[in-house]
Every structure is written in structure tokens, then in C-alpha cells.
């Protein structure tokens, strides 16, 4: 099946000044999502701009799909100029999403801003089991309060500024939660998407604790299927990426080995 096809807008929600949450109804035929993976939407009918702009899956409706995005740039501005009834050209699914905990396994599903947008279907996915902590600048950066209360086990939030949940930031809630719930957590495995210092102090400290964890990183993407190596990281060198090896490990491609890595496997620069 084509990874190609066509969706039409059916809501684009505002969800403060700045973020948007945008439904919409497949088209065409599509495959099936996998929690972390992504989609390359088209948001012009010329060449201006030229790119397309990569969206997490929010989670799957019965009318089709989600995706939230945050207004930053010309694209997205346009996205979300958008009306209900245009149709807009899409990629996807793309990427390897996030592996589902194994039998005996307790996910905490970590979130940081607008990183809620990769995690929520992963969360929809494993009801009722997921310890999930949400950490944000201030109340109005944090979205979907009263559906993540009622999917998951225990809903954690956080803000810089106090406004919402603790003052306090995602790393010092997983201390809390891993404190609070020591037997039901001894196979606790990890998974997140925020922003990039908050992953790697998420890898340092899961990775002390000898704790599992998968991060999904937020990278620019040009193709999103992996031939222009726009959107590499650098990675320890496991023998399966094909570019570009050198003493410190090698890079693999956002878009293609990830979005979503095994934290350990991460080289942070």
C-alpha cells in the first residue's frame, strides 16, 4: 500500500495561541499507525514553501486521525490558516514508533510541552497501566488534562512557573513516582518526547537507575523517508546503520532508525 494519500480537514482546533489540534478523514486508502510514528504533510498547493512539515500521530478517531502542531514558522502558519473541507496531501505512517511494554512491565510515559503529541496514542494504547508525568513551562502548555486522567494509572504534571500540578520539572516527578511506587516499578520501563535537554537528562538518570527508557527526539525533516540525511544523530555504533562510522559511533537517520531510540544508544553531543 502507498504510503502517499490524501486527507481532508475536518476540525482545526485551537488549543491556545499557539498550538492547534488538527482532525482529519483519510481519503485514500492508509496503513495503520503505530504509536510514535509520524506523517509528512504538504501545507501548499505550489511550491511555497517547498518542503513538507513532519507531525507526530496524536492518536487515532473514528474519523480518521489527529495531530497537534505548534505554530512556529511560515508552514504551520498556513496549516492552521486552514479551513474544515480543504484537502491536503500526506506521507505516512513513517519512522519506527515506540516498542509496547512486555508482559510485567509498568510504562511511565513521560512528556515535556508539546512532546504530549508523540505519547498520547502510546497512552491510548496501554489504558489504564501507564504512569504518565507531564511537565510544562506553565498551565497553558499543557493539553488533554481530563482524558489523560482518565487513561492512565496516575497522572503526574508539572510547571516551571507553579501555575499547574508542582513547581518542579520532569525529572525531579519520575523520582517521585519511581519513590512512591518502589515494588510496582522494579521493571518499570521508560518512554518520552520533550525537549532535547530534557531527554538527555532522562537518558543519564534512567540509565543510573538501570532503568529501560525509549526517547523520541524532535528533529527538523526535509524528507522524512530518509535519503537527504538532513536529520541525523549521532548514535553508538551497533553494526546496523550503514552511514558514516567513525571512533565515537554513527548516525542514523530521525526519520528512518527513529524518531523513537533505546536511550542508551544515543551519543549526546
Same mark, same amino acid.
Given at each position: 500500500m502507498s504510503r502517499a494519500f490524501r486527507a481532508e480537514i475536518r476540525e482545526n482546533l485551537p488549543l491556545n495561541r499557539n498550538h492547534k489540534l488538527l482532525t482529519l478523514a483519510p481519503l485514500d486508502p492508509m496503513s495503520e @499507525?503505530? @504509536?510514535g510514528q509520524f506523517y509528512m504533510v504538504e501545507v501548499h498547493e505550489g511550491f511555497d514553501p517547498l518542503l513538507k512539515r513532519a507531525f507526530s500521530l496524536f492518536r487515532r478517531t473514528p474519523q480518521g486521525m489527529q495531530l497537534m502542531y505548534r505554530l512556529q514558522g511560515r508552514g504551520t502558519a498556513i496549516l492552521g490558516n486552514m479551513r474544515p473541507g480543504s484537502v491536503i496531501n500526506m506521507l505516512g505512517p513513517l519512522g519506527r514508533g515506540y516498542p509496547l511494554p512486555a508482559a510485567g512491565e509498568t510504562p511511565i510515559i513521560i512528556a /515535556? /510541552? %508539546? /512532546? %504530549?503529541? *508523540?505519547?498520547? *496514542?502510546? %497512552?491510548?494504547t496501554v489504558p489504564a497501566r501507564a504512569h504518565v508525568i507531564y511537565g510544562a513551562r506553565t498551565r497553558d502548555d499543557l493539553f488533554m488534562l481530563n482524558e489523560l486522567k482518565e487513561i492512565s494509572k496516575g497522572l503526574s504534571v508539572c510547571t516551571d512557573d507553579g501555575t499547574d500540578g508542582q513547581q518542579?520539572?520532569?525529572l525531579q516527578m519520575l523520582d517521585q513516582v519511581l519513590g512512591a511506587h518502589p515494588q510496582e516499578l522494579a521493571d518499570a520501563v521508560v518512554y518520552a =518526547? /520533550? @525537549?532535547r535537554p530534557m531527554l538527555r537528562a532522562l537518558s543519564v538518570?534512567?540509565?543510573a537507575k538501570d532503568i529501560k527508557a525509549y526517547l523520541s527526539l524532535e528533529e527538523h525533516m526535509a524528507c522524512g523517508i530518509g535519503a537527504c540525511l538532513g536529520c541525523?544523530? &549521532?548514535?553508538k555504533d551497533t553494526g546496523t546503520a550503514a552511514e558514516d562510522k567513525d571512533r565515537q559511533g554513527?548516525?542514523? &537517520?530521525? =526519520?528512518?532508525?527513529? @524518531?523513537?531510540?533505546d536511550a542508551d544508544g544515543i551519543v549526546w553531543e
Open positions: @499507525p503505530q @504509536p /515535556g /510541552g %508539546i /512532546g %504530549i503529541a *508523540s505519547v498520547f *496514542s502510546l %497512552i491510548e518542579a520539572n520532569v =518526547c /520533550g @525537549p538518570m534512567t540509565k541525523v544523530v &549521532r548514535a554513527t548516525y542514523q &537517520r530521525v =526519520c528512518k532508525e527513529g @524518531p523513537v531510540f
